[in-house]
């Protein structure tokens, strides 16, 4: 058994919401806590004991350190503690968080939102799949910004296909921009949430970042470039080897989806799931695959998303 004090000012965050992320804990590190204001008691075999110890330590010196902890990062911490116990969750919570040309600090808030992010950091082609809310989308526009202000790219090109739940866009108002904007406005709101939206609209102007539907791309060779596909699922498979294509040197390209929520017109196959089968024994290709447990929206959206996988797959083995 052990004793270990906290800081009586973080209590609320690391326990979490009636002691939810004690609970959590509990469950993955296979111990008992029992809390005695901020001292904890925890009981279980040595080595469990010993792990519990540690990311009680390490979160508190990540927050001695200035780091801003949520109830998202003690879970994601347990569960990288628990998949190994020599893990630094400093070198894991504090690598990369400094990025001054953003708005907002970004943190990866689940083990597989870093592996996105390194995985972005290694690879120049990543595919992010899964739900939406994991934060495949604004995560590679904080990686895109952040390379262009170190000046490691000269621009950033944001791309999405002008498909989306059956309409068509002949059928809505005004000219060709005004008719495609709607689409796009996701990607905008992602960019204006990371930098001023002053600068952004000035670098935009000037060309130096350019969001466009992906038919905009064809004939088209992007250098020095950080290019992003969004909504990749509802790319043909003319459109994703097209763009897939038009990596220049020095480029990156980050390619987002989720397979679940396809809007392509029957009997069109999925751009998204057709390349994934043709390039996953490609070198130099990084894959990372989302599931609800990264979803960082409102808890119930957890819950949605894994009823919805449920559903899906009970469907399919009745079929």
């Known amino acids: 058994m052990r004793?270990?004090?906290l800081p009586e000012d973080r209590l609320e965050t690391l326990y979490g919401a009636h002691d939810a992320n004690l609970k959590h804990i509990e469950l993955l590190l296979?111990?008992?806590i029992r809390t005695h204001g901020a001292q904890l008691t925890v009981a279980g075999a040595p080595a469990d004991e010993q792990r519990a110890q540690l990311l009680f330590d390490q979160l508190r010196a990540l927050m001695e350190e200035g780091y801003a902890l949520d109830n998202g990062d003690v879970k994601t911490a347990t569960e990288l503690l628990a998949e190994n116990a020599d893990l630094d969750l400093r070198a894991y919570f504090m690598k990369g968080t400094d990025r001054p040309a953003t708005r907002r600090?970004?943190?990866p808030k689940s083990v597989n939102q870093r592996k996105y992010l390194d995985a972005i950091d290694r690879f120049d082609i990543v595919f992010g799949v899964g739900p939406a809310g994991t934060g495949k989308t604004y995560l590679a526009m904080a990686q895109a910004v952040s390379c262009l202000v170190a000046k490691k790219v000269s621009r950033i090109v944001l791309a999405r296909p002008a498909v989306e739940a059956g309409e068509k866009l002949g059928f809505l108002p005004g000219d060709l921009q005004e008719k495609v904007n709607p689409y796009l406005r996701?990607?905008?709101d992602a960019l204006f949430d990371?930098?001023?939206s002053e600068k952004a609209t000035r670098l935009i102007e000037r060309g130096v970042i350019e969001v466009a539907?992906?038919?905009?791309m064809r004939g088209r060779t992007l250098n020095d470039a950080f290019v992003i596909l969004d909504e990749a699922q509802n790319t043909t498979s003319e459109q994703m080897k097209m763009f897939l294509t038009r990596l220049g040197f020095g480029s990156k390209a980050v390619v987002t989806g989720d397979i679940t929520q396809i809007d392509l017109p029957s009997p069109r196959m999925s751009g998204l799931?057709?390349?994934l089968k043709i390039v996953k024994d490609v070198d130099g290709i990084g894959f990372v695959?989302?599931?609800e447990k990264d979803v960082v929206r409102h808890k119930l959206v957890q819950q949605i998303v894994k009823a919805y996988e449920i559903y899906t797959n009970g469907s399919r083995s009745n079929g």
């Open 3 to 5: 004793k270990i004090d």
């Open 30 to 32: 296979n111990v008992d």
């Open 105 to 107: 600090r970004v943190n």
């Open 186 to 188: 996701p990607l905008y």
């Open 194 to 196: 990371m930098m001023d």
């Open 213 to 216: 539907p992906i038919a905009f």
């Open 273 to 275: 799931v057709e390349v």
């Open 289 to 291: 695959y989302f599931d």
